[in-house]
T-cell receptor, first 115, second 108 residues
Framework: IAGITQAPTSQILAAGRRMTLRCTQDMRHNAMYWYRQDLGLGLRLIHYSNTAGTTGKGEVPDGYSVSRANTDDFPLTLASAVPSQTSVYFC??????????????FGPGTRLTVL | AQRVTQPEKLLSVFKGAPVELKCNYSYSGSPELFWYVQYSRQRLQLLLRHISRESIKGFTADLNKGETSFHLKKPFAQEEDSAMYYCALKEYGNKLVFGAGTILRVKS
C-alpha cells in the first residue's frame, strides 16, 4: 500500500510554462488537499476537495487550479508559472466522513522552482 | 478569521532539558487542535490531537481555552525529537489552518 504518492519529486520550470503536479492516494479517502510550504509561512492551503466531483478554494488559490474526476487522483495545475510559485507542494488526504477524527495523511512533496 | 500563531521559528535545547513549543489560536467556536511533525527526510505526520488527551513519544499538549493556547510539552528532550513542528486548527469543512512552524533542535 503506497498511501499518497506525488510526482514529480522535483521540477525546475521556466516562467510562463504550464505544469501539473500529480497526486494519487489508495486509501479511498473522500477529502484531498493541496498545500504549499514556505519558510516562515508554514503550510498554506491552495485548494481542497471534500469528495470526488467537488473542489473548493483555500487560502492561496490564485494561479492554481485543481480537478477531482475520481476518488484517487487530485492533480494541481499551474497554468502559467511565476517565480513566486517556487515552493514545496504537499498533497494530503483525510477520511472526511469521521466527524471527530480529521487526521490528514501527507505525500512526500514536490519541490518546484520557477525561474 | 481563524489563525494559528507559533511565535518561535527555532527552539534549541540540550538533550534532557524540558521542551515547550508554543501555539496560540484564534477561533470563534469550539476549537479542535492538532500537532503535526516533520522529521528530516520524512513526511509530515500527525503527532497528537487535543481530543485524544494522549501522550505520544513523551509529548503532551493541553488545550487552554482561557489563554487560547495549545502548547506542546515534553519533560526531557531527546535528539530524535529534532524536527519541524506545526500546530494546526480545524476549520469548518475538515480543512486545517497551520501555524508557521517551529524547528526544534536538540543538542547533545
Amino acid at each position: 500500500i503506497a498511501g499518497i504518492t506525488q510526482a514529480p519529486t522535483s521540477q525546475i520550470l521556466a516562467a510562463g510554462r504550464r505544469m501539473t503536479l500529480r497526486c494519487t492516494q489508495d486509501m479511498r479517502h473522500n477529502a484531498m488537499y493541496w498545500y504549499r510550504q514556505d519558510l516562515g509561512l508554514g503550510l498554506r492551503l491552495i485548494h481542497y476537495s471534500n469528495t470526488a466531483g467537488t473542489t473548493g478554494k483555500g487560502e492561496v488559490p490564485d494561479g492554481y487550479s485543481v480537478s477531482r474526476a475520481n476518488t484517487d487522483d487530485f492533480p494541481l495545475t499551474l497554468a502559467s508559472a511565476v517565480p513566486s510559485q517556487t515552493s514545496v507542494y504537499f498533497c494530503a488526504s483525510s477520511d472526511g466522513d469521521r466527524l471527530n477524527y480529521n487526521e490528514q495523511f501527507f505525500g512526500p512533496g514536490t519541490r518546484l522552482t520557477v525561474l | 478569521a481563524q489563525r494559528v500563531t507559533q511565535p518561535e521559528k527555532l527552539l534549541s535545547v540540550f538533550k534532557g532539558a524540558p521542551v515547550e513549543l508554543k501555539c496560540n489560536y484564534s477561533y470563534s467556536g469550539s476549537p479542535e487542535l492538532f500537532w503535526y511533525v516533520q522529521y528530516s527526510r520524512q513526511r509530515l505526520q500527525l503527532l497528537l490531537r487535543h481530543i485524544s488527551r494522549e501522550s505520544i513519544k513523551g509529548f503532551t499538549a493541553d488545550l487552554n481555552k482561557g489563554e487560547t493556547s495549545f502548547h506542546l510539552k515534553k519533560p526531557f528532550a531527546q535528539e530524535e525529537d529534532s524536527a519541524m513542528y506545526y500546530c494546526a486548527l480545524k476549520e469548518y469543512g475538515n480543512k486545517l489552518v497551520f501555524g508557521a512552524g517551529t524547528i526544534l533542535r536538540v543538542k547533545s
